[in-house]
């Protein structure tokens, strides 16, 4: 394994440097030679080195070109194998190598990720960080092992909906850095900084990039991974109305958000969400969700992101029929999915039911800055709308005084329907511009209704009063009567005004 890691000499020693992973040069050197005995020794001398320094496709040709007792009889050559096997099946046992056993484990549990299914690796994964934990406060004994184990795992946490399991992992890989592989301390940091930028503390998302853009740099492929997740950060602490956000977001490329695409999901919705143009967001996440990444179905973030995300944008186009069907195979576990939920069942008018939903997921958001307030906003709203007031104000203080002043980002997670109560109880605490970006939760009076659905999309295709009847088959007077509906519920006095409001929320 790879030689100890002091504590003192720490990853960010030669922040300005890149360092070299020099395994992957002698393993070359070695192949190109066809010395399989240099070769198998390096690689049995430095496994996580070679992983993280050579490109799957060369360590593959590498692991092939060996012979097969060769690999066979060595426990770091036949996981280095199974890790590089494609991610359809679960690892062989062989309960007599305890080592092995271990690590086939670990692969299993990185292999059942990839294939989308994060709660079910979580579960084989029993064990394994316990067994690999450095046995110094000081000093990394464990050749790097504890912190790729700690990442890994925190990276299966981030995509089962576990964050604070997946923080107390990043945590445990900066404690204690390896001085050869600073990526891993820096990967760590900057998996924090996601988690904190979508969901929690923007101060603390800060602060965790500032500590990664300290750590050495080195040739690993895994750098250019870590710096896509490192600027979908960055964008998400981007400040709402800002115009280079959606710019930047699009031009992520999608080859290096890798596993964690879920996050790049919720990224485009917040984003376009921030710059109110969410039915374009809307639009963006169709055309993902077309491109079918790897996900079992209900199965943590990969198996709902697209159904939670969808049914929030449906029941605030004011159809929560839509949004529940898009619910229904979403995973109940997640925080977003009770979120989702509720948000469905206050447009839908049953505000004691979101009222009940959103008191039950407390533990799930507490310690997370911004999805605590979002709960608590609609927690408010749901109150206001059950007729019980003290409850909201109620409400609305606890938001006061746990979180204070509020980022333009956090603001909008305040609905419209709340700010009166609050320009009136709390005033000089939060204002709010009609100009920027909001969220406007529909009323039970607002939602259109099927037939309305049907001559709103009559009418964006340009046809005349006569065609709509003869299309949908029903009289000249009842598409006036649908029409005047329309126009009052979005709120405009002509055909255009509708037209463009109901663009405007994505109707249409």
């Known amino acids: 394994m790879l030689s100890d ?8 020693r030669n922040a300005g440097d890149i360092v070299r992973l020099e395994v992957a040069a002698d393993v070359r050197a070695a192949h190109a030679r066809g010395d399989h005995r240099r070769v198998a020794s390096l690689l049995q001398a430095s496994p996580i080195e070679a992983w993280f320094s050579l490109m799957p496709h060369e360590l593959r040709a590498v692991l092939a070109a060996l012979p097969p007792l060769q690999r066979r009889a060595s426990p770091q050559l036949t996981i280095l194998g199974l890790m590089l096997e494609a991610p359809g099946h679960e690892a062989g046992r062989n309960p007599g190598r ?34 690999v934990r450095t046995v110094s406060a000081l000093f990394d004994t464990t050749g790097g092992l504890e912190a790729v184990v700690s ?24 404690l204690n850095p390896h001085r050869g592989l600073p990526f891993l301390a820096r990967d760590a940091h ?27 740099r080195t040739d690993s492929w895994a750098e250019l991974v870590i710096d896509t997740h490192a600027e979908l950060a960055e964008i998400l602490l981007l400040p709402a109305g800002s115009p280079e956000a959606v710019t930047r977001l699009e031009s992520v490329p999608l080859g290096s958000v890798g596993e964690l695409w879920p996050y790049h999901i919720l990224a485009l919705q917040a984003v376009y969400a921030r710059a109110d143009r969410r039915a374009d967001g809307a639009s963006r996440i ?57 948000l469905v069942d206050h447009v839908a008018g049953e505000y004691e039911r979101a009222v009940q939903g959103l008191v039950e997921v407390q533990g799930a958001t507490e310690g997370l800055r911004r999805t605590d307030i979002r709960r608590l906003a609609l927690l408010a709203a749901s109150l206001q ?92 007077n009842t598409v006036k009567t649908h029409q005047r509906s329309l126009y009052r519920k979005l709120d405009a006095t002509s055909r255009a005004e509708a037209l463009v409001e109901a663009a405007r929320r994505g109707l249409v």
């Not at 890691?5 to 960010?12: K, L, N, R």
């Not at 549990?109 to 316990?130: E, Q």
């Not at 990276?155 to 900066?174: C, H, K, P, V, W």
């Not at 198996?303 to 839509?322: N, T």
Request: charged share 20%; aromatic share 4%; proline share 5%.
């Open 98 to 131: 305890d080592q092995v056993e271990r690590m086939r484990r670990g692969v299993n549990h990185i292999r059942l990720r990839m294939r989308g299914a994060p709660r079910t690796a979580l579960r084989h994964f029993p064990g394994v960080s316990a067994a």
């Open 385 to 476: 709308g059950a007729g019980e007031l003290d409850a909201c104000v109620e409400t609305l203080e606890q938001l006061h005084r746990r979180y204070g002043a509020l980022s333009s980002n956090e603001r909008l997670s305040l609905p419209t329907v709340l700010w009166p109560l609050i320009g009136e109880r709390f005033g000089g605490w939060l204002t709010f511009s009609q100009a920027a970006a909001r969220i406007e939760l529909p009323t039970a009076d607002s939602i259109l209704t099927a037939r309305e659905r049907e001559v709103l999309g009559c009418l964006a295709a340009g046809q005349t009063r006569d065609q709509v009847a003869a299309t949908l088959f029903i009289s000249v």
């Open 5 to 12: 890691g002091g504590a003192m000499e720490g990853p960010d």
């Open 151 to 174: 990442v890994q795992t925190g990276i299966t946490q981030m995509l089962a909906g576990d964050l604070t399991g997946a923080l107390a992992n990043f945590t445990r890989a900066q």
């Open 190 to 216: 900057v998996k924090g900084a996601l988690i904190h930028a979508q969901f929690g503390d923007a101060r603390l998302a800060r602060i965790q990039l500032d500590a990664a853009a300290r750590v050495a």
């Open 286 to 342: 169709e055309t993902m969700r077309a491109a079918a990444p790897p996900a079992e179905a209900g199965e943590g973030l990969p198996g709902s992101v697209f159904g939670v995300v969808l049914a929030e944008d449906a029941a605030l186009r004011g159809d929560p029929a839509a949004a529940r069907v898009l619910l229904a195979q979403a995973d109940p576990a997640l925080a977003g999915t009770a979120l989702a939920t509720a």
